[in-house]
């Protein structure tokens, strides 16, 4: 197991080296704040980490940011307490930690046994089953799996129904964007039109807005982003250029989503861009179709960064 010491900060009184570990089995996750699957993932990480303390494991999660307003300390503390964690967590903003166990993705596990040796590695949600019986064969104990509780942005996605990509908003690795006139202007402020329809897997702007690298920022109050998607569930990562509340509005198919909102709004679509983060915007409970998104800033300086979908 490659040294922690590379990390930027710990979450804990005390950081954890060698002496700290020695003997316990350890579970290191690489995650981010907004990453929907290390989300999905999370509850049987708390639940691991409780079910089998007692017996010698230990849970560390790694915070590597994806996007820049993720490498603040406090946001990330914020998500700590947002989601309940109470194993360690270390602050690795340099990528020093994620580059020492040459880790390429989000979320990441690394399981250790007590000689301090990599038995395994696993990337991206799923696989819990077979992960909990590696932990239980790593700490010799054998007895029932434990129950997880998912529920909120950490349910499991809904695979069977789930037929629309993950496309980022900025520049450098958008993708599926259309306008009306086929125009993107990078890093300028440009007013857009959406196309006349909008087929499923694309997304579009309207309003005055400044493609980034990493995300469209709104310049002008009453901006909208839309998407037409296939999911039981959409998210949007958003972040606020002045960490000043922005209330937004979330239309599905031109109506408020009634039944159909997601945590982070009502049934009338009314939500508040409060922390960067990942917003639930809609939760479809009666039959998954091809939906029209519309969500419209009503402050300028709103920050989007990815759709993703579940």
């Given at each position: 197991m490659?040294?922690?010491?590379?990390?930027t900060?710990w979450?804990?009184?005390?950081?954890?080296?060698?002496?700290?570990?020695?003997?316990?089995?350890?579970?290191v996750?690489f995650?981010?704040?907004?990453?929907i699957?290390?989300?999905?993932?999370?509850?049987?990480?708390?639940a691991?980490?409780r079910?089998?303390?007692?017996?010698?494991?230990?849970?560390?999660?790694?915070?590597?940011?994806?996007?820049?307003?993720?490498?603040?300390?406090?946001r990330?503390?914020?998500?700590?307490?947002?989601?309940?964690?109470?194993?360690?967590?270390?602050?690795?903003?340099?990528f020093?930690?994620?580059?020492?166990?040459?880790?390429?993705?989000?979320?990441?596990?690394?399981?250790?046994?007590a000689?301090?040796v990599?038995?395994?590695?696993y990337?991206?949600?799923?696989?819990y089953?077979?992960?909990?019986?590696l932990?239980?064969?790593?700490?010799?104990?054998?007895?029932?799996?434990?129950?997880?509780?998912?529920?909120?942005?950490?349910?499991?996605?809904?695979?069977?129904?789930?037929?629309?990509?993950?496309?980022?908003?900025?520049?450098?690795?958008?993708?599926?964007?259309?306008?009306?006139?086929?125009h993107?202007?990078?890093?300028?402020?440009?007013?857009?039109?959406?196309?006349?329809?909008?087929?499923?897997?694309?997304?579009t702007?309207?309003?005055?807005?400044?493609i980034?690298g990493?995300?469209?920022?709104l310049?002008?109050?009453?901006?909208?982003?839309?998407?037409r998607?296939?999911?039981?569930?959409?998210?949007l990562?958003?972040?606020?250029?002045?960490?000043?509340?922005?209330p937004?509005?979330?239309?599905?198919?031109?109506?408020?989503?009634g039944l159909?909102?997601?945590?982070?709004?009502d049934e009338?679509?009314?939500?508040?861009?409060?922390?960067?983060?990942?917003?639930?915007?809609?939760?479809?409970?009666?039959?998954?179709?091809?939906?029209?998104?519309?969500v419209t800033?009503?402050?300028?300086r709103?920050?989007?960064?990815?759709?993703?979908?579940?």
């Open positions: 490659p040294a922690l010491d590379g990390a900060e979450l804990t009184p005390e950081p954890l080296g060698p002496a700290e570990l020695r003997g316990h089995v350890v579970l996750n995650w981010t704040l907004t990453c699957n290390w989300l999905r993932q999370a509850p049987h990480l708390k691991w980490a079910a089998y303390c007692d017996d010698g494991l230990i849970v560390i999660g790694v915070h590597t940011p994806e996007f820049s307003f993720e490498h603040v300390p406090d990330v503390r914020q998500a700590v307490v947002a989601r309940s964690i109470r194993y360690p967590v270390v602050i690795d903003n340099d020093a930690v994620w580059g020492a166990f040459a880790n390429h993705y989000w979320p990441a596990l690394f399981f250790i046994d000689d301090g990599i038995r395994d590695e990337y991206g949600e799923g696989r089953e077979e992960s909990e019986r932990i239980q064969r790593l700490l010799g104990v054998e007895r029932d799996l434990v129950a997880v509780e998912s529920v909120g942005v950490e349910a499991p996605a809904d695979w069977d129904h789930l037929r629309t990509p993950e496309p980022y908003l900025g520049y450098g690795r958008s993708e599926r964007f259309v306008t009306r006139d086929g993107t202007a990078f890093d300028a402020r440009h007013a857009y039109e959406p196309p006349e329809r909008l087929d499923v897997n694309r997304w702007l309207s309003g005055e807005w400044t980034a990493e995300a469209a920022v310049e002008h109050a009453g901006g909208t982003i839309s998407c998607f296939h999911a039981r569930d959409a998210h990562v958003l972040a606020g250029g002045n960490d000043v509340p922005i937004f509005r979330v239309l599905i198919d031109g109506d408020v989503p159909a909102h997601g945590v982070d709004v009338q679509g009314n939500g508040v861009l409060r922390e960067g983060r990942l917003y639930q915007l809609v939760r479809q409970r009666a039959q998954v179709e091809d939906r029209r998104l519309d800033f009503l402050d300028a709103a920050e989007v960064y990815a759709f993703t979908y579940g």
